[in-house]
């Protein structure tokens, strides 16, 4: 897989049972700022099962009442409870926490984008090899 960062929050690796983890961050400037940039990214391997989260700084940055982050540990907690969830599960979950966290509303933009490794590709992979 490779990735770009284009302004994005270094992406997070989710494996099942296991802690997540941060990714090297792509760099790069936020998408659309420059007319012509070419992104260097980052290429990375996925194994079957495994979850790419990529996101905006809206979620490490979303506020409750009180004005406090939501934070990265707070973020990382949240991804360990979700493990082994497919991707819209892990992305309708993250959501819902945020919701909650945030109380009395978004104080900047929150996407999720979640990208897995499934098995039956691979079983795809190996069929069309014979």
């Keep these: 897989m490779h990735l770009a960062g284009g302004g994005l929050e270094p ?3 989710l494996a099942e049972g296991a802690t997540p983890r941060t990714l090297p ?3 790069g400037p936020a998408l659309g700022i420059e007319a012509e940039i070419e992104y260097e990214g980052l290429r990375i391997s996925l194994e079957p099962g495994n979850t790419v989260l ?3 700084d809206g979620v490490v940055e979303a506020q409750g009442p ?3 982050f939501y934070g ?3 973020l990382m907690k949240t991804l360990e409870n979700l493990s082994g969830a497919d ?3 892990l992305c309708q979950g993250l959501a819902a926490e945020l919701r909650a966290f ?3 509303g978004r104080y900047d933009d929150i996407t999720l984008i979640a990208l897995q490794r499934s098995l039956v590709a691979d079983l795809e992979e190996i069929i069309n090899r014979r």
């Design 11 to 13: 992406p997070l690796l």
């Design 87 to 89: 991707p819209r599960l």
């Design 54 to 56: 990529c996101m905006t």
């Design 72 to 74: 990265t540990d707070r």
């Design 25 to 27: 961050d792509p760099g």
């Design 102 to 104: 945030e109380q009395e």
């Design 66 to 68: 009180d004005g406090e």
